[in-house]
């Protein structure tokens, strides 16, 4: 999703408040990890709690299908995705052998070997990356493989409490499939190139090294996120998994294949939520809205005619423009409101 460049700390937060809950107060420095596919040849005797979670469902509640039935519906099209000596997941999208997984299992490589469930290898070409949000989109033949492709839900409609499973490869283990629920909506995480990746869905279902660019069902067996990184101390699952929204991956996955690449709206600051709202905690040098007047520190009250009360807030209305396109901001600096217009830039390849 287009961002300004934004430096968070929501989910090591939480992971210290979870881990100072556990050790009676003793805080440890937690860590928000993307499930490195590089580590997928563990003992799998290490690993074999990951097939069950004590808040598994294994029938519906609410008229939805069966865990087993959600499996049965969705695991031919999800793939073991190998990169050099990285191995990670995917998923088939469609009849013509578009696989969705991670930017960072997919790498710097321009081909990757899919190997199907149901049997069969094949050398798959890599069409295109985000780096923004983690996607990859691969393109593998399907003749001679029996697939159903899997299709993508509404995340705006997650909620939660609601079931939902993951199937992947932890730690090499081919197609574990782990079952959880949504344990929280609208999360930001952080992207391989620094940049942040909003309205992530926190779940408690197992995933590990391996289950990178895997699938996080809903119980009608559709794809309401990617999942791509967890917070643990360890590199372990500790039952805090986070996947990129199926909303997010449909506007991605439809530029990537329709452009090759996509093209990011650039603001140039560095967002902190304070006590008394959201603050410019940087402006960098020479970039848009340093060049229309914006300083370190101002409060930001509003923007694009939009009231501001959250760092994503500001985010949502950046993304939704192109660059080139202007943005009015509201702003107080000390006892001073202002309206600042700044030409959007292009978003860089990364940030520090």
């Known amino acids: 999703m287009p961002q300004i460049e934004v ?35 563990g003992d799998p005797a290490a690993v074999t709690t990951t097939v069950e979670s004590p808040s598994s469902p294994s029938s519906p509640a609410g008229g939805g299908l069966s865990a087993n039935e959600v499996y049965e519906r969705s695991a031919s099209a ?7 000596n ?39 070409r890599v069409i295109a990356t985000d780096p923004s949000t983690d996607l990859a989109v691969l393109e593998v033949d399907l003749a001679g493989h029996d697939v159903t492709p899997l299709q993508l839900g509404s995340s705006a409609d997650v909620e939660v409490g609601d079931s939902v499973y993951a199937i992947g490869n ?8 782990t079952a959880g629920i949504v344990s929280a ?16 869905i926190q779940t408690d279902a197992p995933v590990n090294q391996g289950n ?22 360890t590199g372990g ?11 997010t991956v449909r506007t991605v996955v439809d530029a990537l294949l329709r452009d090759g690449e996509i093209d990011r709206a650039y603001l140039g600051v560095r967002l902190a939520e304070t006590d008394d709202g959201v603050r410019l905690g940087q402006v960098n040098p020479d970039e848009p809205a340093d060049r229309a007047g914006l300083q370190d520190g101002d409060l930001v009250l509003a923007i694009g005619g939009q009231e501001v009360d959250s760092a994503s807030d500001v985010q949502s209305v950046v993304a939704a423009r192109k660059p080139g396109e202007k943005v009015v901001l509201r702003i ?13 830039g292009t978003r860089p390849a990364s940030v520090q």
């Not at 932890?170 to 499939?177: A, D, N, Q, S």
């Open 170 to 177: 932890p730690f090499g283990l081919e197609r574990t499939f």
């Open 86 to 124: 990285a191995t990670g997941t995917g998923f088939v999208i469609d009849a013509q052998g578009h696989v969705v997984t991670n930017d960072h299992v997919v790498g710097d490589a321009q081909s990757v070997e899919v190997r199907f469930g149901t049997g069969g290898e094949e050398q798959a």
């Open 185 to 200: 909506v609208d999360r930001d995480i952080t992207a391989p190139n620094n940049f942040t990746i909003n309205d992530a």
């Open 78 to 84: 999800v793939v073991e995705v190998q990169a050099g």
């Open 7 to 41: 430096r968070k700390t929501t989910v090591t937060r939480i992971a210290s408040l979870l881990l100072a809950a556990i050790v009676g107060g003793l805080v440890a420095a937690a860590a928000v990890a993307f499930l490195d596919p590089s580590d997928g040849g």
């Open 237 to 247: 699952n500790v039952g805090i998994g986070y996947a990129v929204p199926s909303d």
């Open 212 to 233: 990178s660019g895997g699938p996080l069902l809903d119980d009608s067996a559709k794809v309401v996120g990617v999942v791509s990184q967890i917070a643990s101390e």
């Open 332 to 344: 107080r600096r000390g006892n001073d409101e202002r309206t600042v217009t700044v030409t959007l």
